[in-house]
């Protein structure tokens, strides 16, 4: 998709099969007539929009994914409107969502979640060094492109630091305390979001994960989380440096980088 900005319409594609399924609309894989270029387009109703007053939030996400552009990012290569619906020009990942891969596996080995995790650091360093903050990272919003791990879904990305309220929906797993405490917060939530994201990839299962949102909340304020005997001293520790009660106790995603159960990996990877 060439850079130069353009008005699109949806005449300019080929429309094919669905590709998933959102509060407010679909993603359908699609292609380019001029170029044959392969997109996933994402197409969200103007109705379920304003109804659920997301309109101001879909600007946001718009604002801040067209304007970044990194590896570990999928791109926003532009978007369009008609009378009834808002639609997203997006990077095709063709290996979907993490959150499928992660189910089919159940749970990934060290050096495949220390690539991805290593990946999404990298995607986080580019957000944080933009002053943006995801607030949303989770298996659901990685998706695979080749093993290329791209982080998607803007919807709840903001400028930092704020006290924005999100409104609780979806996952409570990857909450931090803070938000659980209705503190102010930082683009340190990302990394405790990356800490349970390790966790969840390595056992299968969000650390703090309950049966009922109460308690959920309960393990969350108080840290009470059981790493199995499987997982390795590095992994555990990598873990622990993350899901740290106060924020600025955090593991830095620099100090996340060189810390040794990455290392150890990235060497084995080459
Ligand atoms: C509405 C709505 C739905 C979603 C979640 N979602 C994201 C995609 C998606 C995107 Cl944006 C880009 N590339 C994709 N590749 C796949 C895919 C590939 N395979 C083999 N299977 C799938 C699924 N999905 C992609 C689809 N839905 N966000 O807002």
Same mark, same amino acid.
């Given at each position: 998709?060439?850079?130069? *900005?353009?008005?699109?319409?949806? /005449?300019? @594609?080929?429309?094919?099969?669905?590709?998933?399924?959102?509060? @407010?609309? %679909?993603?359908?894989?699609?292609?380019?007539?001029?170029?044959? &270029?392969?997109?996933?387009?994402?197409?969200?109703?103007?109705? /379920?929009?304003?109804?659920?007053?997301?309109?101001? /939030?879909?600007?946001?996400?718009?604002?801040?994914?067209? %304007?970044?552009?990194? *590896? =570990?990012?999928?791109?926003?290569?532009?978007?369009?409107? !008609?009378?009834?619906?808002?639609?997203?020009?997006?990077?095709?990942? *063709?290996?979907?969502?993490?959150?499928?891969?992660?189910?089919?596996?159940?749970? #990934?080995?060290? *050096?495949?979640?220390?690539?991805?995790?290593?990946?999404?650091?990298?995607?986080?360093?580019?957000?944080?060094?933009?002053?943006?903050?995801?607030?949303?990272?989770?298996?659901? =919003?990685?998706? =695979?492109?080749?093993?290329?791990?791209?982080?998607? !879904?803007?919807?709840?990305?903001?400028?930092?630091?704020?006290?924005?309220?999100?409104?609780?929906?979806?996952?409570?797993?990857?909450? +931090? +305390?803070?938000?659980?405490?209705?503190?102010?917060? !930082?683009? @340190?939530?990302?990394?405790?979001?990356?800490?349970?994201?390790?966790?969840? #990839?390595?056992?299968?299962?969000?650390?703090?994960? $309950?049966?009922? +949102?109460?308690?959920? &909340?309960?393990?969350?304020?108080?840290?009470?989380?059981?790493?199995?005997?499987?997982? $390795?001293?590095?992994?555990?520790? @990598?873990?622990?440096?993350?899901?740290?009660? =106060?924020?600025?106790?955090?593991?830095?995603?620099?100090?996340?980088?060189? %810390? +040794?159960?990455?290392?150890?990996?990235?060497?084995?990877?080459?």
């Amino acid at each position: 998709m060439s850079n130069e *900005p353009r008005i699109w319409t949806l /005449q300019d @594609f080929e429309i094919g099969k669905a590709l998933g399924k959102g509060k @407010f609309g %679909h993603v359908y894989l699609a292609r380019e007539k001029r170029t044959h &270029y392969i997109v996933a387009l994402k197409m969200l109703s103007k109705r /379920q929009l304003l109804e659920s007053r997301m309109e101001r /939030q879909l600007r946001r996400e718009i604002e801040i994914q067209s %304007h970044l552009k990194h *590896p =570990n990012i999928l791109r926003l290569f532009g978007y369009f409107w !008609d009378e009834k619906r808002i639609y997203l020009i997006l990077e095709y990942a *063709p290996n979907g969502e993490l959150f499928n891969e992660l189910r089919i596996e159940r749970k #990934f080995s060290e *050096p495949k979640s220390a690539n991805y995790i290593e990946q999404v650091i990298n995607a986080l360093m580019c957000l944080h060094e933009n002053n943006i903050i995801h607030r949303d990272i989770k298996p659901e =919003n990685l998706l =695979n492109s080749c093993g290329v791990i791209k982080i998607s !879904d803007f919807g709840w990305s903001v400028h930092a630091p704020t006290t924005r309220r999100k409104t609780l929906c979806g996952t409570l797993d990857y909450l +931090p +305390p803070e938000m659980v405490c209705r503190e102010e917060y !930082d683009e @340190f939530i990302d990394h405790w979001a990356l800490g349970v994201l390790t966790y969840e #990839f390595l056992v299968g299962e969000p650390p703090f994960e $309950s049966r009922e +949102p109460r308690e959920t &909340y309960r393990r969350i304020e108080g840290l009470q989380y059981n790493v199995p005997s499987h997982i $390795s001293e590095e992994a555990r520790d @990598f873990i622990s440096k993350l899901l740290k009660r =106060n924020p600025y106790e955090r593991m830095s995603l620099e100090e996340a980088l060189e %810390h +040794p159960w990455l290392v150890k990996h990235r060497n084995s990877m080459v």
